[in-house]
């Protein structure tokens, strides 16, 4: 399913921010340029920021022109920005093809910590759409369109950073499509994202959500970088999960957790279990106590999620008090679990909400919503 290019599909060259310092300087030998020019191209984008050759002042004019006509500086441009009651911010971002993604922007809840933590978190997509139908989630309505490569993928987080005016210290892969079927372009974002010469990003600060592909868990848990793992789980039990993630027929349960198990073995950190409770599907007492035992044989911690409403789709989410029965179970058996109340839901912005979007001559629409 990974695209022909490593602009992800786009018909115009890879962004600056999408290369690795050693694929610049290849390119630069093969025209007659000195190696150290990639490490001067790569600090104008990541260390000083520029959006523009014309800034590049010791790169000779000659080479910026010859740059310009095969890497733009730029992968995307925002579309839009949205703002929540409770400042969490949605980015539309326009990619070159005129395709759309979606971030979100989460700043720490001050109330968790007595208001030390300022850190800032970012919601990063990875596909234009998703094929994997997750029968909660509105990125899927309208199919899959491509991947992303992996300078649209860190363009979201400079592109964040400089709107939000602030620096994003923690990313999660868990907006617009499955990142693990993106691997190739998720991994070269990753490397990127992660180096003292790109964007810095420590890797247990950085957290990859799977929709449950068991082979690409496997290939993450030998990816030199340690990012974290967060499964999209919403089911302990195959009858369960099948009704709202079709994967689980390719994938089922007793595979993923074997391949689960091998991640674990070749990390320190717990793997998260994500789970969005749905009314009358998945939030009963007994769906909580095979919740337990799954997260027990793999010792993970368990993240509960109030659905959140989707128009088309006609799940509803529990009261809270069932919501607050479900998580007492848990942690009565000595699950570590929070129940995490969404953030941006006025916005559209929360867990499950982010939506394809195109453009038209009328203006940006989202398809098969009226």
């Not at 302990?236 to 009704?243: G, K, L, M, P, S």
């Not at 994500?274 to 911690?301: F, M, T, W």
């Amino acid at each position: 399913m990974e695209a022909t290019t490593a602009a992800g599909g786009d018909t115009g060259g890879v962004a600056l921010c999408g290369l690795l310092p050693e694929e610049l300087a290849a390119e630069l030998a093969e025209w007659g340029e000195p190696k150290y020019r990639a490490a001067q191209i790569l600090e104008w984008v990541f260390g000083r920021r520029v959006t523009s050759y014309e800034a590049m002042t010791n790169l000779s004019r000659g080479l910026r022109e010859r740059l310009a006509a095969v890497h733009p500086v730029q992968s995307l441009t925002v579309a839009r920005v949205q703002g929540a009651r409770d400042s969490t911010q949605k980015f539309l971002f326009r990619l070159r093809d005129g395709r759309y993604v979606e971030s979100v922007l989460i700043p720490a809840n001050p109330a968790d910590d007595g208001g030390r933590s300022t850190r800032r978190t970012l919601c990063v997509s990875s596909q234009v759409g998703c094929a994997y139908d997750c029968k909660f989630c509105a990125s899927g309505l309208a199919g899959f369109t491509r991947n992303l490569g992996a300078d649209e993928i860190v363009g979201q987080v400079l592109l964040a950073e400089e709107h939000g005016g602030a620096r994003v210290d923690n990313l999660v892969f868990m907006g617009m499509g499955e990142p693990l079927a993106n691997f190739t372009r998720l991994t070269q974002a990753l490397r990127i994202l992660q180096a003292p010469w790109g964007m810095n990003i420590g890797a247990r600060h950085m957290t990859v959500s799977t929709s449950g592909l068991a082979p690409q868990i496997r290939k993450l848990a030998d990816f030199p970088i340690p990012v974290r793992l967060a499964i999209s789980l919403h089911g302990a039990t195959d009858e369960v999960r099948e009704r709202i993630m079709p994967v689980n027929r390719k994938y089922p349960l007793e595979e993923l957790f074997r391949a689960l198990e091998y991640f674990g073995s070749r990390r320190k950190q717990k793997i998260t279990l994500e789970y969005i409770l749905i009314e009358g599907v998945n939030d009963a007492p007994e769906h909580a106590v095979a919740l337990v035992r799954r997260a027990r044989s793999i010792g993970a911690k368990v993240n509960l999620i109030p659905y959140n409403t989707v128009e088309g789709l006609p799940w509803v989410r529990p009261s809270e008090a069932a919501q607050d029965e479900f998580l007492a179970v848990l942690t009565k058996a000595g699950v570590p679990a929070t129940l995490r109340r969404e953030k941006g839901h006025d916005i559209e912005a929360a867990c499950g909400q982010l939506r394809l979007q195109q453009e038209t001559a009328e203006g940006i629409i989202v398809p098969g919503v009226p």
